[in-house]
């Protein structure tokens, strides 16, 4: 309890008062022990208690550098972030907190401890999950200056509201212990006028009038604003898919903190893989998907592995947020555009479909609803991506993945590549119980890999290995034909609350009970009880079927429905899914 502060005022009028408080051997807040306090505000009138406030904060210390990183509490901590939209998929934009607890939770299960609002200040829910569950938050004003990129983006209100809005976004978010970098902006046209570093300093020093605890960062896709100016005015720079650069800095300005803003950007859908599998980040695309084989980018972007390959090489740099966590509504990279590439289609009769469509229209309508960047799709289904960062980033975890599916009935004979993901150090593959080599990580390497591997129906088996000792193992299987729905849930028991969901997901599977890849059924949700169905997906970023359908192909052998209990009606509810030609299945859950 402090000591009380007096201020008097008139009607009408406001008053700043500054207060101390001295906590002598506080718990800190941390990536481990989430610690917060309480700051209650009481405002009295002639004795009587008229207003109250309750903050909750954190205590901690947080320290920059440019030739050690970041630490927090004095702890060196590597920053494995990702940056996140804000839609939460087949829910759309509009907030739910339970939907985005459960992104967050996805997130920390493959070792993300970072999150980069991007472009826009986050909804408050986000914060407060971040501090209750463990994550640092870069939050980010904008995408936009005074100079725009699209015709109705922030620029149009720049000049106006600025301002305002920043200082909003710093008051209301600055007590969040796990709010650690403000970004003023990201990919500005401005980082390469010369005259550019100026507006920087203004919004910077609008940041450090209302917070000088926390680093005032831009996300940079222009090399030279790392020397024009601006790397005098903020206190990291943030590179977006530079990896060459961190040297380059470092060696010119060794002063200079720097970050990857924005990495990787690598591209996949799950569980498609196309052949022959190729090096070239242009390549992997077919059917209007993306081979999950985890070397395709845009012509901007890289493969996780050169990304490491450049943190490694240069550890001062503070680490990553990879470009995107999980899938998003719009911007279906590569397939973002009118199509007029015929080798889109891998299908003959799909190809001549197409052909006939840009002989009428001169283009070929575009399926993608949705990205291709995460390294979860939309339904929060694990690409294969997910087992590589979760390689890299939780090292102590004994784990492997192995890639691609074993179900290539056409393809026996022909050179199928394996890629394994471990965070062992050794892996040795076998097919049919034969051996087909052991392999040691090298420098610098962040996958193991057998190019070689001709297809035989069976059984894929990885045993890996670290420091000499058996360390994890993973197996693929060619499954038997689709038999059955196998229905899960996330959680048992529910808050009957309106907003409360369950997560619902749908597998196909054999009579063995093993996930039959390649199959795409037409799935039918009831629900009993006192529930509704909110919301279906798959994760196929071209299925145009409306999210509030109680109908969805599986996609991959996999489908998720969204169920919400009503509000004051507790009880038992059950989950039912059907597919012709495929035993039933359901679930039950309750809520109260």
Known sequence: MSEPQAAKLGAGREAHVAHTLR????????????????????????????????????????????????????????????????????????????????????????????????????????????????????????????????????????????????????????????????????????????????????????????????????????????????????????????????????????????????????????????????????????????????????????????????????????????????????EPTPFDSDATNLLNFADPVAREKAARELAALGKIRVPSRSSYFGIVDLAGFPKDRFYLYQARWRPDLPMAHILPHWNWPERVGEVTPVHVYTSGDEAELFLNGQSLGRKRRGPLEYRFRWDDVKYQPGELKVVTYKNGQPWAEAVQRTTGAPAALRVTVDRAELRADGTDLAYVTVAVVDRDGLVVPRSHPLVKFSVEGAAELVATDNGDPTDQRVFASAERNAFNGLALAIVRPRAGAGGAITLRAEADGLASGEVRFSAR
């Open 23 to 330: 906590v002598p051997a506080p718990r800190l807040w941390s990536l481990r022990e989430r610690n917060r306090y309480v700051a209650e505000t009481r405002v009295e009138r002639d004795g009587r208690t008229i207003d109250v406030v309750r903050t909750p904060f954190g205590i901690r210390t947080l320290a920059v550098s440019a030739t050690d990183g970041f630490r927090l509490n004095g702890e060196r901590v590597p920053i494995r972030g990702v940056c996140l939209h804000h839609d939460l998929g087949a829910l759309g934009a509009a907030i739910n907190t339970r939907a985005l607890e459960r992104q967050l939770e996805i997130l920390q299960s493959f070792g993300c401890n970072a999150i980069r609002t991007s472009h826009n200040p986050p909804a408050p829910e986000l914060l407060e999950l971040a501090d209750r569950l463990g994550f640092l938050v870069m939050v980010e004003l904008s995408d936009a200056w005074r100079s725009g990129k699209k015709a109705d983006d922030y620029s149009r209100l720049f000049d106006d509201w600025h301002e305002r809005d920043l200082r909003a976004m710093l008051r209301r978010d600055r007590n969040h212990p796990s709010v650690i970098q403000w970004s003023i902006g990201n990919e500005l046209p401005e980082l390469g006028d010369a005259e550019g570093w100026k507006l920087a300093a203004h919004l910077a020093a609008i940041v450090r009038e209302e917070d000088r605890t926390r680093a005032v960062v831009v996300g940079s896709d222009r090399p030279p604003a790392a020397y024009n100016g601006f790397e005098t005015v903020v206190d990291v720079i943030g590179f977006n898919y530079k990896p060459a650069e961190y040297a380059k800095l470092h060696a010119r300005h060794p002063h200079v903190a720097m970050m990857g803003s924005e990495t990787a950007s690598t591209i996949s859908s799950r569980g498609e893989y196309f052949f022959p599998v190729s090096d070239k980040k242009s390549d992997g695309a077919a059917n209007f998907h993306v081979s999950s084989y985890d070397l395709y980018a845009p012509w901007w972007a890289w493969p996780p592995d050169v990304e490491w390959k450049a943190l490694d090489e240069n550890p001062y740099v503070l680490g990553e947020f990879v470009w995107t966590g999980f899938d998003y509504l719009g």
